[in-house]
């Protein structure tokens, strides 16, 4: 049985979106199967891998936890919008590569949201902070080393980066 449709706005990567949707749609599903923006993952679909992180509001949630109920009137960030331009990455993406911070990748968007997020809120964050911050994100392939070291130096680009705006 399908339910009746709901009408919601909200912005996705800068771009208002009005949509007729079921209630129970989560974010997750409305970025991938909707608007086609897979690069947000699934991975467990329990809350617990954090492959589907995205910025709400500048808030990073699991997407796969939040209707679009719900962020109806607000702003979504996915990892699409973080390259600064068609050549340029993010810092915090470039600190992933140049850090070997990846292998099979399918982590790494969620990975690389979080950072972001952590950068934001604690400017240039020590690693013992990183580990701490990072507790909702899983790694089945790089033991966590390098992804650590990714952000600390990713933190480290953006404050340069903003420093030089």
Same mark, same amino acid.
């Given at each position: ?22 209630p ?48 109806? $009137? ?11 331009d068609?050549?340029t ?9 140049d ?10 968007p $969620? ?31 790089? $033991?966590?080393?390098?992804?650590v070291?990714?952000?600390?130096d ?12």
């Amino acid at each position: 049985m399908v339910s009746e449709l709901i009408d919601v706005t909200l912005s996705v990567n800068g771009t208002e979106q009005i949509l007729k949707i079921e209630p129970r749609t989560l974010v997750v599903e409305l970025l991938r199967d909707t608007l086609g923006l897979t690069g947000t993952h699934v991975g467990c679909d329990t809350t617990q891998c954090g492959c589907c992180i995205v910025s709400l509001d500048g808030r990073m949630v699991k997407s796969c936890t939040v209707l679009v109920a719900q962020a109806d $009137g607000h702003r979504i960030h996915t990892i699409e919008s973080l390259q600064l331009d068609e050549s340029t990455l993010h810092p915090m993406q470039q600190a992933f590569v140049d850090n070997h911070a990846l292998q099979c990748g399918y982590c790494t968007p $969620g990975m690389i949201m979080s950072a972001v997020g952590i950068a934001e809120r604690h400017g240039l964050p020590d690693e013992e902070t990183v580990r701490l911050e990072l507790d909702g994100n899983l790694c089945r392939c790089t $033991g966590y080393a390098n992804i650590v070291k990714a952000v600390v130096d990713g933190a480290q680009r953006m404050h340069e980066l903003a420093e030089q705006a």
